[in-house]
């Protein structure tokens, strides 16, 4: 069976390991854990758009490539080749098929044990990510790949191993032809009957219809290094772009006559990468060109290069590496800080994707400062300290930190003598610390005894004894920017240019803890080396595990975090693994206090849509849905459940899979559809574990219908009064009765009835909490609303559970699990319901008093357990190990102070006079904020399935 191991790393143990050679190699089997924004975190090298602008294919050094939908900017699809360290996996070059259907990938280093012996271009269905082909292996790394207009031919620029063409790539025996001139470009006219490319030395070579026809090659410029090309869209004209300088030149085809300089007197830097608009009446160009030293343009020239520049847009943080001209005129580009985006003919943005990734730049002296035991840092979100937050391990907090602590320090660099550490070479007492010249220092931390030091290069950590020796060295994988040690040198803290920030053990550079934030919304998580985790709300979908297949071209997985959640997430362990400074002693002492065992986790099953990716459209009730199942681990999977809008849908939704289906096989199932467009969701269970979740979007193209105003049956809990008289609380069943009050005010302006059902105080205890949330489920019907409301205490126990507790519940370690409404059962409850499902729980702490000081209700963990459950939107009154506050002044708890105080506003509804989820979440985050000065933060969770909808009207 495949499973998920804990220990010093994470391993895969349905393979034996199989010792590698030139006649027996497999893909490394060990899952790994990435970043997973839904985004690019790394340079995007390659970027491909299918000739009716609706696709656009991106590949990255981040070993993604993400298929996008145009104009929305809908992720469709990622696809991940097999993997390992270091490059091995990263995606050099991408190309789609003008149909659409296909996706070339190719990248620097393929196979791990010898990369010159094993170059491929693989071939993927874009319907739904299968491998379809390999082509190679040759002894070359490809650069540019290109598909001919008509889709039959593919050219891979390969350096200086030169041109290859396959002629029918797809077909049983596609033929490879070569050219002996070097190509680092290669790109077709709008017709297919030229081909050029360009060299290292900036020289132009134009082929025709048969490959070994060389139609002409230019001289190239003087000094120009790796020229980068544009056929002008009657390919009369080709613009060449170059990485060592700012030229850029227009060239007359067929002869390839220089005919015009562009006017680039403007930049000091490089406009290597080039497009012309679809009209041909622009250029387009961008690169290292910046403004005020970190904005990134794309300018643009009128007269099809010959009139004068105009910056188009802003632009990323990152160069430049990519663009396209769209077929309805503008652009698509892309940035070495993963950035992409659209722009239209008009310079307007049709869309943009920030890399969200922390900018870890110049993280140095007082710009990356710690607490003196390490635990917590201050850093910029942005270049330096800009935008300034700090994280603090022991309290699992971040927050903004406009300036830095008293208390906290920066690293010393000149208590030694250590010279050129910074971007050069560097010395000890003048001597060379390392063997090669070529790797160049990056940062510095000396310890306070002054004994040892710290270097980073572009690709590794070193520390060093005061003598100069190596005491060790490890790879990064990503270049270091800044590091720091505590006040007494036993942790070493480094800023990474991937946006981790990561603690070592400075003794031996064992790698602790890494973190990592988002910058748009500022979710975070921080995860040990074997993937135990803590989490803010929504946070544990930014990593996952890449698990590659058993052979090379076997499908590869990638399971988020948060469907490991029951093992993994472990805030327990992550606040102990800086005061062990060792991940197993840290594990083995949070599971010896929390008397729990660490088990294996067991990989999920895995359910694929096969779809057309520019979406589905329906012009009936009904809509056919192709669909695949595997299971990775060889278990069978037991259910199936379809969701049309993040609703579950019956009685297909909990249909059973007879156990001896054939997996791995196109499967078909009829799904109902609401007059609108929608979105279906799939999700697989091996019995209750879930899969990650697939969605595609369905346009509906039938007779629009309006239907009568929903119905709103909702369950709201209050408990002020308990047996147990310290968790008396003041307004708990107040907030429930102000609640019901409020949501009676929305009968006949956005609910046709509203139904509800109080249960305050000693009526609450979790029988009749059961039933009545048994009763709702058989209530609400696939058109309606159902909403549970619960306020009183919140009680985590010492395995990590949540457990909302009734009258009569007792915190008694041996009576907790029988007096007490377990989360589980609250979540399983919600889930299976119809209709659009809304959960608000105000839960206020109990304290201590289950055995342990964690005992604080974990209302982040509970929140996150709603975001897998697919059709529920759930409102948490506050977030990690947070109070939730009540007050005589305010006459009820903040949380629900604050959320009636929304509903009965006007002004919270927008123009619109409606308030949507999200509209919602804003306004209780503000609200709160204010009443608790900020101690108090109310947060929302939802599954990705479920989109933007609407829950009252305005007053």
Same mark, same amino acid.
Request: hydrophobic share 40%; aromatic share 8%.
């Given at each position: 069976?495949?499973?998920?191991?804990?220990?010093?790393?994470?391993?895969?143990?349905?393979?034996?390991?199989?010792?590698?050679?030139?006649?027996?190699?497999?893909?490394?089997?060990?899952?790994?854990?990435?970043?997973?924004?839904?985004?690019?975190?790394?340079?995007?090298?390659?970027?491909?758009?299918?000739?009716?602008?609706?696709?656009?294919?991106?590949?990255?050094?981040?070993?993604?490539?993400?298929?996008?939908?145009?104009?929305?900017?809908?992720?469709?699809?990622?696809?991940?080749?097999?993997?390992?360290?270091?490059?091995?996996?990263?995606?050099?070059?991408?190309?789609?098929?003008?149909?659409?259907?296909?996706?070339?990938?190719?990248?620097?280093?393929?196979?791990?044990?010898?990369?010159?012996?094993?170059?491929?271009?693989?071939?993927?269905?874009?319907?739904?990510?299968?491998?379809?082909?390999?082509?190679?292996?040759?002894?070359?790394?490809?650069?540019?790949?290109?598909?001919?207009?008509?889709?039959?031919?593919?050219?891979?620029?390969?350096?200086?191993?030169?041109?290859?063409?396959?002629?029918?790539?797809?077909?049983?025996?596609?033929?490879?032809?070569?050219?002996?001139?070097?190509?680092?470009?290669?790109?077709?006219?709008?017709?297919?009957?030229?081909?050029?490319?360009?060299?290292?030395?900036?020289?132009?070579?134009?082929?025709?219809?048969?490959?070994?026809?060389?139609? =002409?090659?230019?001289?190239?410029?003087?000094?120009?290094?790796?020229?980068?090309?544009?056929?002008?869209?009657?390919?009369?004209?080709?613009?060449?772009?170059?990485?060592?300088?700012?030229?850029?030149?227009?060239?007359?085809?067929?002869?390839?006559?220089?005919?015009?300089?562009?006017?680039?007197?403007?930049?000091? =830097?490089?406009?290597?990468?080039?497009?012309?608009?679809?009209?041909?009446?622009?250029?387009?160009?961008?690169?290292?060109?910046?403004?005020?030293?970190?904005?990134?343009?794309?300018?643009?020239?009128?007269?099809?290069?010959?009139?004068?520049?105009?910056?188009?847009?802003?632009?990323?943080?990152?160069?430049?590496?990519?663009?396209?001209?769209?077929?309805?005129?503008?652009?698509?580009?892309?940035?070495?800080?993963?950035?992409?985006?659209?722009?239209?003919?008009?310079?307007?943005?049709?869309?943009?994707?920030?890399?969200?990734?922390?900018?870890?730049?110049?993280?140095?002296?007082?710009?990356?400062?710690?607490?003196?035991?390490?635990?917590?840092?201050?850093?910029?979100?942005?270049?330096?300290?800009?935008?300034?937050?700090?994280?603090?391990?022991?309290?699992?907090?971040?927050?903004?930190?406009?300036?830095?602590?008293?208390?906290?320090?920066?690293?010393?660099?000149?208590?030694?003598?250590?010279?050129?550490?910074?971007?050069?070479?560097?010395?000890?007492?003048?001597?060379?610390?390392?063997?090669?010249?070529?790797?160049?220092?990056?940062?510095?931390?000396?310890?306070?005894?002054?004994?040892?030091?710290?270097?980073?290069?572009?690709?590794?950590?070193?520390?060093?004894?005061?003598?100069?020796?190596?005491?060790?060295?490890?790879?990064?994988?990503?270049?270091?920017?800044?590091?720091?040690?505590?006040?007494?040198?036993?942790?070493?803290?480094?800023?990474?240019?991937?946006?981790?920030?990561?603690?070592?053990?400075?003794?031996?550079?064992?790698?602790?803890?890494?973190?990592?934030?988002?910058?748009?919304?500022?979710?975070?998580?921080?995860?040990?080396?074997?993937?135990?985790?803590?989490?803010?709300?929504?946070?544990?979908?930014?990593?996952?595990?890449?698990?590659?297949?058993?052979?090379?071209?076997?499908?590869?997985?990638?399971?988020?975090?948060?469907?490991?959640?029951?093992?993994?997430?472990?805030?327990?362990?992550?606040?102990?693994?800086?005061?062990?400074?060792?991940?197993?002693?840290?594990?083995?002492?949070?599971?010896?206090?929390?008397?729990?065992?660490?088990?294996?986790?067991?990989?999920?099953?895995?359910?694929?849509?096969?779809?057309?990716?520019?979406?589905?459209?329906?012009?009936?009730?009904?809509?056919?849905?192709?669909?695949?199942?595997?299971?990775?681990?060889?278990?069978?999977?037991?259910?199936?459940?379809?969701?049309?809008?993040?609703?579950?849908?019956?009685?297909?939704?909990?249909?059973?899979?007879?156990?001896?289906?054939?997996?791995?096989?196109?499967?078909?199932?009829?799904?109902?559809?609401?007059?609108?467009?929608?979105?279906?969701?799939?999700?697989?269970?091996?019995?209750?574990?879930?899969?990650?979740?697939?969605?595609?979007?369905?346009?509906?193209?039938?007779?629009?219908?309006?239907?009568?105003?929903?119905?709103?049956?909702?369950?709201?809990?209050?408990?002020?009064?308990?047996?147990?008289?310290?968790?008396?609380?003041?307004?708990?069943?107040?907030?429930?009765?102000?609640?019901?009050?409020?949501?009676?005010?929305?009968?006949?302006?956005?609910?046709?009835?509203?139904?509800?059902?109080?249960?305050?105080?000693?009526?609450?205890?979790?029988?009749?909490?059961?039933?009545?949330?048994?009763?709702?489920?058989?209530?609400?019907?696939?058109?309606?609303?159902?909403?549970?409301?619960?306020?009183?205490?919140?009680?985590?126990?010492?395995?990590?559970?949540?457990?909302?507790?009734?009258?009569?519940?007792?915190?008694?370690?041996?009576?907790?699990?029988?007096?007490?409404?377990?989360?589980?059962?609250?979540?399983?409850?919600?889930?299976?319901?119809?209709?659009?499902?809304?959960?608000?729980?105000?839960?206020?702490?109990?304290?201590?008093?289950?055995?342990?000081?964690?005992?604080?209700?974990?209302?982040?963990?509970?929140?996150?357990?709603?975001?897998?459950?697919?059709?529920?939107?759930?409102?948490?009154?506050?977030?990690?190990?947070?109070?939730?506050?009540?007050?005589?002044?305010?006459?009820?708890?903040?949380?629900?102070?604050?959320?009636?105080?929304?509903?009965?506003?006007?002004?919270?509804?927008?123009?619109?006079?409606?308030?949507?989820?999200?509209?919602?979440?804003?306004?209780?985050?503000?609200?709160?904020?204010?009443?608790?000065?900020?101690?108090?933060?109310?947060?929302?969770?939802?599954?990705?399935?479920?989109?933007?909808?609407?829950?009252?009207?305005?007053?």
């Amino acid at each position: 069976m495949r499973t998920l191991r804990s220990g010093l790393s994470v391993i895969l143990v349905l393979f034996a390991s199989l010792t590698a050679s030139a006649e027996v190699i497999q893909p490394r089997q060990e899952p790994q854990l990435r970043l997973e924004t839904e985004g690019h975190t790394a340079l995007v090298r390659g970027i491909s758009v299918t000739p009716d602008g609706k696709l656009l294919i991106t590949g990255s050094a981040d070993k993604t490539a993400r298929l996008w939908s145009l104009p929305t900017g809908r992720l469709v699809r990622v696809i991940r080749p097999p993997i390992g360290g270091g490059v091995f996996g990263q995606v050099d070059a991408v190309a789609i098929a003008p149909d659409g259907k296909t996706i070339a990938l190719a990248g620097d280093a393929r196979c791990e044990f010898d990369a010159a012996l094993c170059q491929f271009i693989d071939l993927y269905n874009s319907s739904d990510g299968t491998l379809r082909k390999r082509l190679g292996p040759f002894r070359a790394i490809v650069y540019e790949l290109a598909f001919s207009p008509d889709g039959n031919r593919l050219a891979a620029a390969a350096g200086k191993q030169g041109l290859f063409i396959w002629e029918n790539p797809l077909g049983e025996q596609p033929q490879l032809a070569t050219a002996a001139d070097a190509a680092y470009s290669a790109v077709f006219n709008s017709t297919g009957t030229q081909l050029a490319t360009g060299a290292a030395d900036g020289a132009v070579t134009l082929y025709g219809t048969n490959l070994s026809e060389r139609v =002409r090659r230019s001289q190239g410029r003087s000094g120009a290094t790796f020229a980068k090309l544009a056929f002008s869209p009657d390919g009369g004209t080709l613009a060449v772009g170059y990485e060592s300088m700012s030229k850029i030149d227009l060239y007359r085809v067929p002869d390839l006559f220089r005919t015009h300089e562009v006017d680039t007197s403007f930049s000091h =830097r490089d406009l290597t990468n080039v497009a012309f608009s679809a009209d041909g009446l622009f250029l387009y160009a961008g690169g290292n060109y910046d403004v005020a030293g970190y904005r990134h343009p794309v300018v643009r020239w009128t007269q099809a290069g010959r009139g004068a520049p105009q910056q188009v847009m802003e632009g990323p943080n990152g160069a430049i590496t990519e663009l396209a001209g769209l077929p309805r005129g503008g652009f698509a580009f892309a940035s070495s800080d993963g950035s992409i985006g659209a722009y239209s003919a008009t310079n307007e943005p049709v869309f943009y994707r920030d890399a969200g990734v922390p900018n870890m730049s110049l993280k140095i002296s007082n710009l990356f400062v710690i607490a003196p035991d390490g635990k917590a840092v201050r850093f910029g979100l942005k270049f330096g300290d800009v935008d300034p937050v700090n994280f603090d391990a022991a309290s699992l907090l971040l927050k903004t930190q406009a300036t830095a602590p008293a208390d906290y320090i920066q690293a010393d660099t000149k208590s030694l003598d250590v010279g050129d550490w910074s971007n050069g070479i560097p010395t000890l007492n003048g001597k060379k610390l390392l063997a090669s010249d070529r790797e160049h220092s990056r940062t510095l931390a000396i310890a306070p005894d002054h004994k040892r030091f710290y270097l980073s290069t572009i690709w590794s950590l070193y520390g060093f004894s005061d003598t100069g020796a190596v005491l060790w060295n490890h790879d990064t994988d990503s270049p270091v920017h800044g590091l720091n040690l505590s006040a007494d040198g036993t942790l070493l803290i480094a800023a990474v240019a991937d946006g981790t920030l990561r603690w070592y053990r400075a003794a031996t550079g064992e790698l602790l803890l890494s973190l990592f934030v988002y910058v748009p919304d500022r979710r975070w998580i921080a995860w040990t080396p074997s993937g135990y985790y803590a989490a803010s709300p929504g946070g544990e979908s930014l990593i996952g595990w890449h698990v590659n297949g058993k052979s090379w071209t076997a499908p590869t997985d990638f399971f988020p975090a948060a469907l490991f959640r029951e093992k993994f997430y472990r805030p327990d362990i992550v606040r102990l693994v800086l005061q062990t400074l060792d991940e197993a002693k840290a594990v083995s002492t949070a599971n010896e206090a929390a008397k729990r065992k660490d088990d294996d986790a067991t990989l999920p099953a895995v359910v694929e849509i096969m779809a057309d990716p520019r979406g589905l459209e329906a012009t009936g009730p009904e809509l056919s849905l192709k669909y695949r199942l595997r299971s990775p681990s060889g278990r069978p999977v037991t259910r199936l459940e379809l969701r049309v809008d993040g609703q579950l849908v019956q009685p297909r939704a909990m249909q059973e899979i007879d156990e001896t289906l054939t997996l791995d096989s196109d499967l078909t199932m009829t799904v109902p559809l609401p007059p609108r467009d929608a979105s279906i969701s799939l999700t697989a269970f091996i019995q209750d574990q879930p899969s990650a979740t697939v969605s595609v979007p369905v346009h509906w193209t039938g007779e629009t219908q309006s239907g009568p105003k929903p119905k709103l049956y909702a369950l709201l809990v209050g408990v002020s009064n308990y047996d147990e008289p310290q968790l008396k609380l003041n307004y708990a069943a107040k907030d429930a009765m102000d609640m019901d009050a409020a949501l009676k005010r929305q009968k006949g302006r956005f609910f046709d009835d509203v139904q509800t059902v109080l249960l305050l105080d000693d009526k609450a205890d979790e029988d009749e909490i059961e039933i009545q949330l048994t009763r709702l489920r058989k209530a609400v019907g696939p058109n309606d609303y159902a909403l549970v409301f619960m306020a009183g205490h919140g009680v985590t126990d010492a395995q990590g559970g949540f457990h909302f507790l009734p009258a009569n519940a007792s915190l008694a370690e041996d009576e907790l699990a029988a007096r007490s409404l377990d989360g589980i059962i609250i979540r399983n409850m919600l889930r299976t319901m119809q209709g659009k499902v809304l959960f608000f729980m105000d839960a206020c702490n109990a304290g201590n008093g289950v055995g342990n000081d964690q005992s604080l209700a974990d209302m982040t963990g509970f929140a996150n357990e709603f975001a897998l459950s697919n059709g529920v939107v759930m409102y948490a009154s506050s977030t990690g190990r947070q109070f939730s506050y009540e007050n005589a002044q305010w006459n009820n708890g903040a949380f629900t102070k604050s959320l009636i105080a929304t509903l009965d506003d006007a002004k919270a509804f927008g123009a619109d006079g409606r308030l949507s989820i999200f509209e919602l979440a804003e306004e209780l985050s503000t609200r709160v904020s204010d009443l608790t000065n900020g101690l108090q933060t109310p947060v929302m969770t939802k599954s990705a399935a479920i989109p933007v909808f609407y829950l009252a009207s305005a007053p």
